[in-house]
C-alpha cells in the first residue's frame, strides 16, 4: 500500500517539481574544489542565467537561450541539473547534449549521474536503462543521451525535449549538427534548447547565432555572463602590487577592486598571446569575447615590441639625449556616452620611440586639464600635443590658464586618420617604436582599427599615439638627429 501524504508533504513535493531554486541546494550535490560533496547553491552567474531562463519561459512558454561566458562559470553545471530536474519531474521527456569532445561529454555525463545517484530517494525515479551514454528513469520514460560533435547526422531521428549544446564554438561539423538537433526538437510548448560557450573568435556558427541573437534576428536570447561575476576570480594581492594605468580605467570601468584585478594580471601572464587570449577565455562585455584583429587594420600583433618597466628605466638613465611628448586627442563631448579622449606620452631616445603610458578614458573637460598638467610634470615632458579639429581651440588657452609653463604645440588634422596613421604603423613594422609593459587597450585599438568603416567609433587613443610618435619625428628630424624612419 502507498503511504498516503500529508498536506505540507504535497505542497513540498509540488514545490521541488515546480521551483528549480528550491529544488537543486535541497536535492542535488557537487563536489567543491576540496573533492567534498555540497548542497547545490547556483552562484552569482548561474542564478542570472536562471532568472533569464525563467523569464523567457514564463513569457513564451519555451526556451530558446544562447550563453556567451567565460572559462568555467558553472553554465555546464547548471544546464545539466536545470534538465535533470526537467526529465525526472516530467513524463515522455528526452534530453539531449552535445559537447565539442569526448572528454567533455565523459565529463557532463559523469555530472549528470553523480546528480542522480545522489539524490534523496524520494526525487530519484527508478532507472532501466543506463550505459555509456543514456541514462532513462523506467516509469517516466523520460532520459538523458549523450553525444560528441563530430560525425554528421548525430541527434537526426530523435525526439528531442531539451537540448544543450556544450562549446559549440568549437564543434566539428557545427552547421550540420545545429541542423539535424533543430529537426527534432519542435516548436511546442515547454521545449529547451540551451546552446553556450566560450567565444573563437568572430568566425563560424556560434559567432554567427550570437550575433544574429543580439541583432534580435532569430529566436534566441543571448545572455552573456562576464568573468569578474565569478566570486571565486580574485587573489590577494602583493604588497608592492599598483595598478597600471590601464588597468586603473579597466577596474573602475567594471568597478572591481584590488583582488580582482591582482587575478586578472596573473591570469593574462599565463597566456601565450596575453591580454587577447584572456580578453577571449574571460571577456568582461559581449564585443570584447569577439574581439579580433581587423583584416583592414594598419597594425598587427606582430608589429609590437614590447620591453619591460625596469629596462625601459634603464634605458632613460643612460642618457641625457631624450625628448617627452604628451599627446592628448580630445573627446567632442563629455558625457558617459561618449567617445575616450587619447592620453599618450611617448619618448625618443637615440632613433627610437617609446610609449610608455596611456590614460586614455572619459573625463569631464576641468578635470582632464589639471590631470594632463600634473602628468606633464610628472613626466618630465618637453611638449604638450593638442589635437583641436573638433571645437578644440579653447583647450590651449585652457592649459594655459592652468599652468603657463607648459610648452603646447597644437594639431589641426588636414589627412585623414589613414593617411596620417599610415607612416608609423610603417615605423611600427620596423622595430622603431616600442612598448613599455601593458599597453594592451592601445594595441587592441591599433589591430581593430577598420580604417574604411566610416561608422566605426572614433579611435582616439590611436590618433593620440600618432600625434606623439609623429610629433617626435618632427623633433627630431629639426635636430638632425639620425633616424632612419624609411618613410
Not at 69 to 81: L, P
Not at 211 to 221: G, P, V
Not at 256 to 270: A, G, P, V
Request: charge should be negative; proline fraction near 4%; aromatic fraction near 12%.
Amino acid at each position: 500500500m502507498y503511504k498516503m501524504l500529508s498536506n505540507k508533504e504535497i505542497l513540498i513535493r509540488r514545490k521541488l517539481k515546480d521551483d528549480f531554486s528550491y529544488y537543486a541546494p535541497r536535492c542535488l550535490q557537487i563536489v567543491d574544489k576540496g573533492g567534498d560533496f555540497v548542497p547545490f547553491v547556483m552562484n552569482s552567474a548561474q542564478q542570472y542565467i536562471h532568472t533569464k531562463i525563467e523569464e523567457q519561459y514564463k513569457e513564451t512558454g519555451k526556451v530558446r537561450a544562447i550563453l556567451l561566458k567565460g572559462r568555467q562559470q558553472g553554465v555546464s553545471t547548471y544546464v545539466q541539473a536545470r534538465y535533470l530536474w526537467k526529465t525526472t519531474h516530467n513524463k515522455g521527456k528526452k534530453a539531449f547534449i552535445l559537447t565539442h569532445a569526448t572528454s567533455a561529454t565523459q565529463s557532463l555525463y559523469s555530472m549528470t549521474k553523480r546528480y542522480y545517484y545522489n539524490l534523496p530517494p524520494v526525487v530519484r525515479p527508478a532507472i532501466n536503462k543506463n550505459n555509456a551514454s543514456e541514462l532513462e528513469f523506467h516509469n517516466l520514460d523520460s532520459g538523458y543521451r549523450v553525444s560528441t560533435a563530430g560525425s554528421s547526422g548525430v541527434g537526426r531521428g530523435s525526439t528531442i525535449h531539451y537540448f544543450h549544446g556544450s562549446e559549440v564554438a568549437f564543434w566539428t561539423n557545427g552547421e550540420q549538427h545545429i541542423t539535424g538537433v533543430l529537426q527534432a526538437i519542435s516548436d511546442n510548448v515547454g521545449t529547451e534548447i540551451i546552446l553556450e560557450s566560450t567565444s573563437d573568435g568572430p568566425k563560424g556558427l556560434f559567432h554567427k547565432m550570437c550575433k544574429d541573437a543580439y541583432d534580435n534576428k532569430n529566436d534566441y536570447q543571448l545572455i552573456f555572463v562576464p568573468w569578474f561575476w565569478q566570486e571565486e576570480y580574485r587573489a590577494k594581492a602583493s604588497i608592492d602590487f599598483t595598478l597600471t594605468p590601464e588597468e586603473k580605467t579597466y577596474a573602475e570601468q567594471y568597478d572591481l577592486d584590488i583582488e580582482q584585478m591582482f587575478w586578472r594580471r596573473n591570469k593574462i601572464n599565463t597566456f601565450v598571446r596575453g591580454i587577447e587570449d584572456f580578453r577571449r577565455e574571460y571577456p568582461a562585455t559581449y564585443e570584447e569575447a569577439f574581439q579580433a584583429e581587423s583584416e583592414n587594420a594598419l597594425w598587427t600583433r606582430k608589429d609590437f615590441k614590447t620591453i619591460s618597466q625596469v629596462k625601459f628605466d634603464h634605458i632613460k638613465d643612460s642618457t641625457d639625449d631624450i625628448q617627452t611628448i604628451i599627446a592628448f586627442d580630445p573627446a567632442g563631448t563629455s558625457n558617459e556616452n561618449s567617445d575616450e579622449s587619447g592620453v599618450i606620452i611617448a619618448s625618443l631616445i637615440e632613433d627610437k620611440v617609446y610609449v610608455f603610458h596611456d590614460s586614455s578614458g572619459r573625463y569631464k573637460p576641468d578635470e582632464v586639464v589639471t590631470y594632463i598638467t600634473q602628468l606633464y610634470h610628472l613626466y618630465d615632458c618637453d611638449r604638450l600635443t593638442i589635437e583641436t579639429n573638433y571645437g578644440g581651440d579653447w583647450i590651449p588657452s585652457t592649459f594655459r590658464n592652468e599652468d603657463p609653463n607648459v610648452v603646447i604645440h597644437t594639431v589641426h588634422a588636414r589627412k585623414g586618420k589613414k593617411l596620417r596613421a599610415e607612416p608609423i604603423a610603417h615605423a611600427y613594422r620596423q622595430g622603431r617604436i616600442i612598448h613599455v609593459g601593458d599597453l594592451s587597450l592601445l594595441e587592441s585599438e591599433l589591430t581593430t582599427w577598420n580604417p574604411y568603416d566610416s561608422k566605426a567609433p572614433s579611435p582616439n587613443r590611436l590618433d593620440a599615439v600618432v600625434y606623439a610618435i609623429t610629433d617626435l619625428l618632427d623633433i627630431a628630424q629639426k635636430q638632425d638627429t639620425p633616424v632612419a624612419w624609411g618613410f
